[in-house]
């Protein structure tokens, strides 16, 4: 029983209860807290990897937990399926809101729960004035009868609230809903909220944003590594204590010591920009040097290290390699530069499943293993046990399919795959992005070794030990541009934090 | 556990021979002479043009693609191989060879391009080209038919002539097939196709161009079906609109039963020359044991889902090995 904003005594409508997720060798949620009351926005925050997107899984029934309850007025319940948890009220609007193209505004607020005729019919035109009524209410000025891919972004989301409010709900979660919003689209949205909360619905708004938390939200739970850390009045709080909890105390993780030999300069970005994703990125990379890259999802990062190895095309800026120009149009000018660049979404972007290892390896060094054009088998076997066993890659022969393998022995095959081209950069995105903590710790050690080795190492990483652990400097990126560049002493898990979220250093240094 | 996947692989091509095989005893309990090696003979090379179509249709499917348009392709081809016979009977055979690989590789590179460059879903693109092909046959023809009288003697007969005991048109399927093993085992470009098939997402941050990877299957695809077009004619000393009416489904049809999977990056040419002798010998078993020719459609639509249940099958287990293997690593 928590204290309101007004100081009555009242029961959340939703409450999770020392809730337990785990996945293959890692603890997503260790037994976290949260309530949700009426007539109230709850704000959720946390680190990338905190734990809230599986929080939001699981209140609505797409993960179920190990340990722990749902409480719905009190009672314990379960949402074992998508629609038992609609069913009890609860509805997302996702960062990207899931609504059908092709349908009207109508057919999407209501598909699923149509109003029928006497025939068992759809009864189109109830449907319509019903949507016309709940958009009414919203203060949405969208016409019904309109499809839906005609709308913009501001609608879709008003029509994914509307939609919210048809099934009756008593809980919305809003997952990061202001990230494609201009500042007045924001707004609308704001008032939209007050409007959700003077109809009693409880609310969970999950955001990165501190401007938008202390705006809209009244209370805040803060998640640290699958943790409850606390939660309160935003009131009674301030940016400065939240940052604290989000990034907590000392780094407990144990990384390898190395002793950092920068060598001369290697690579230098001078006025990167793309005309919709990021802008005048400029940075120097040493031999030796490992460069984090920190931001929060959707600061540009993976956008820019695309762009530098000619998957998209930048609208201006110059890449410079040994004091050379490199003009890099391709991901195969990139290769033949000596870039190379290891995604951060191992199953789409990494490695081909169906092809064996060993094939898989060696796919971009088939210059290297060919005569006369006809690739060597004994060759690509050498090449491609060469660098699996510097990985430390165990599977039963190099023939195995890819798929057959976990999670961190692909990524092992992925990196083995880059290191056999013999790059001088390698960009690291996201290296040890839900692996298991054996893996986690041979991909660190190995980037370790790189690094002595004198190649040079990008890594871009939202795990705040990582990149403290890690780097020996670190470019903050934020919407599209870099807001800082730490090393040494500036270097802290609160610098990150604030530099990434855009709050003021100055102020709240008092 | 990937030794039994890839035996499970391997076994896909090893069960196509044993059915092959089981059709043929069968056969031959009711009519020896099915399998004497002359009537054989006779069964793998009526199946060739299949094969060789089946090869390039392989690599099509290979990167995610069809091709619909390989039947109209060989028709067109060999109509232009006819007509320019009957207009210059003493064309050197080796002219006839180049012009028609050269003629089926500018259609499948005509596919390929509208493919690549503009975006357009292939069984689309190879739905209108098959059309516009036919077309085009017409309007060179005026519907009209080149027979055997009018073409020359050397031209029906480089495809029919017997060495080593096996017709021209036999060795240019084993030696097609030959050059196909070797390209898709051994070159980068070979590699690419699967590649491109399996994933390509991850073949383009490998720095593999996928449109391109697509548009060189076409190529490959229309060239296969070019020189089928000249060796069809040929053979069946005859040229007109309606030519192999309906031969792709029977190519995509050998592919699938084959194993090719049609999500791409799963196949091998093995399977593509067994799933069309599988198809040539139903086709080539099923009159003399007197059959009505509506059993063998029958017999080859049971095949083709036979043969995908089989390899959805064969993936489902694969999915399986995931989970036991995340399993065991926790």
Redesign the interface.
């Known amino acids: 029983m928590a204290e309101t904003p007004d100081g009555a005594q009242e029961r959340p409508v939703l409450a999770l209860d020392r809730i337990v997720k785990e996945f293959p060798g890692v603890r997503a949620l260790d037994g976290v807290e949260l309530e949700l009351h009426p007539g109230e926005v709850t704000a959720l925050i946390g680190e990338n990897g905190a734990g809230k997107s599986t929080v939001v899984k699981i209140l609505t029934g797409i993960y179920q937990p190990d340990g722990g309850q749902i409480l719905i007025d009190g009672q314990p319940t379960a949402f074992p399926t998508a629609q038992a948890a609609a069913d009890a009220g609860v509805t997302a609007i996702h960062q990207e809101t899931v609504l059908f193209d092709e349908l009207s505004v109508a057919e999407n607020i209501f598909i699923g729960h149509a109003p029928r005729t006497r025939f068992g019919m759809i009864d189109r035109a109830g449907m319509k004035r019903r949507a016309g009524e709940i958009l009414a209410s919203i203060g949405a000025e969208i016409d019904p009868g309109v499809r839906l891919r005609d709308l913009g972004i501001a609608s879709r989301h008003l029509v994914a609230i509307a939609r919210a409010l048809s099934i009756d709900a008593r809980v919305v979660i809003m997952d990061e809903p202001t990230a494609a919003l201009s500042q007045k689209e924001i707004e609308e949205l704001y008032e939209l909220v007050d409007t959700l909360k003077a109809q009693g619905k409880a609310i969970l708004f999950i955001s990165h944003k501190f401007d938008e938390i202390f705006r809209i939200a009244d209370r805040y739970t803060v998640f640290r590594d699958g943790q409850f850390v606390g939660a309160g009045l935003m009131r009674d709080t301030d940016e400065g204590a939240l940052v604290q909890m989000m990034v907590g105390r000392s780094v407990d993780q144990i990384f390898p010591k190395r002793e950092s030999l920068l060598g001369v300069e290697l690579l230098k970005v001078v006025g990167y920009s793309h005309p919709t994703e990021f802008e005048d990125i400029n940075f120097t990379l040493r031999r030796g040097e490992i460069l984090g890259f920190y931001g929060l999802v959707g600061a540009g990062r993976s956008e820019f290290m695309q762009s530098l190895i000619g998957i998209t095309k930048p609208s201006k800026g110059v890449v410079r390699l040994e004091d050379r120009i490199k003009i890099i149009r391709s991901p195969a000018d990139a290769i033949d530069a000596g870039i190379v660049y290891v995604p951060e979404d191992r199953g789409r972007q990494g490695a081909i499943l169906d092809l064996p290892i060993f094939q898989n390896v060696t796919l971009p060094s088939l210059g290297q293993t060919s005569k006369h054009g006809f690739t060597q088998l004994a060759e690509e076997f050498a090449l491609a046990r060469k660098y699996t066993q510097r990985l430390d890659l165990r599977a039963a022969s190099l023939d195995t399919h890819v798929g057959s393998l976990s999670g961190g022995n692909q990524q092992k095959v992925v990196i083995a795959k880059w290191l056999a081209t013999r790059p001088k950069v390698i960009i690291l995105d996201e290296p040890t992005k839900g692996i298991d903590i054996g893996s986690k710790a041979a991909v660190h050690d190995f980037m370790s070794e790189l690094a002595a080795e004198g190649l040079s190492v990008i890594m871009v990483s939202s795990e705040i030990p990582e990149i403290m652990g890690m780097a020996d400097r670190v470019i903050v990126m934020r919407e599209g541009r870099i807001a800082a560049e730490l090393e040494g002493d500036a270097l802290t898990p609160e610098t990150l934090v604030r530099h990434a979220a855009g709050i003021g250093l100055k102020e709240d240094a008092a | ?3 039994s ?2 035996s499970l692989l391997k076994s896909r091509e090893a069960i196509l021979v044993a059915v092959i095989a089981l059709v043929m005893v069968l056969i031959s309990t009711r009519f020896p002479g099915f399998v004497a090696l002359s009537n054989l003979v006779s069964v793998f090379n009526d199946t060739s043009p299949l094969i060789l179509l089946a090869l390039g249709q392989m690599v099509v499917i290979l990167t995610r693609c069809i091709d619909l348009s390989v039947a109209a392709n060989l028709a067109l081809t060999g109509m232009v191989c006819a007509m320019l016979n009957v207009a210059y009977p003493d064309l050197p055979i080796v002219v006839s060879l180049v012009l028609a690989v050269f003629l089926g590789g500018v259609m499948g590179a005509f596919n390929g391009i509208l493919v690549w460059k503009l975006g357009i879903p292939p069984i689309v693109v190879t739905l209108g080209t098959m059309t516009i092909y036919r077309g085009i046959i017409f309007l060179l023809s005026d519907g009209s038919w080149v027979n055997s009288h009018e073409m020359s003697a050397h031209f029906t007969g480089f495809p029919r002539q017997v060495i080593l005991g096996l017709p021209v048109l036999s060795w240019i399927a084993i030696v097609m097939a030959g050059v196909m093993v ?1 390209v898709m085992t ?3 470009l070979g ?1 690419s196709f ?2 491109v098939g ?2 390509p ?9 996928v449109g391109k990877t697509q548009f060189i299957a076409f190529v490959i695809s229309g060239m296969l079906a070019g020189l089928a077009g000249y060796l069809w004619i040929a053979r069946y000393a005859v040229a007109y609109v309606d030519i192999a009416g309906g031969f792709e489904l029977d190519v995509v049809a050998a592919c699938v039963i084959g194993g090719i999977s049609i999500a791409g ?2 196949g091998t040419v093995g399977g593509a020359v067994l799933g069309a002798l599988f198809l040539g010998v139903i086709k080539n078993a099923l009159p003399v044991i007197d059959v009505s020719p509506f059993w063998q459609l029958a017999i080859s639509g049971a095949a083709i889902i036979l043969a995908v249940t089989f390899n959805t099958r064969a993936d489902r287990t ?1 999915g399986r ?2 989970l036991k ?3 065991q ?2």
Not at chain 2, 201 to 209: F, L, N, Q
């Open positions: 556990m990937s030794a996947l890839t070797l051994r070159t980068a590699r699967y590649a399996g994933n997402h991850a073949a383009v941050y490998t720095g593999i161009d990056g799963l694969k090995v995931i293997s995340a399993e690593a926790q």
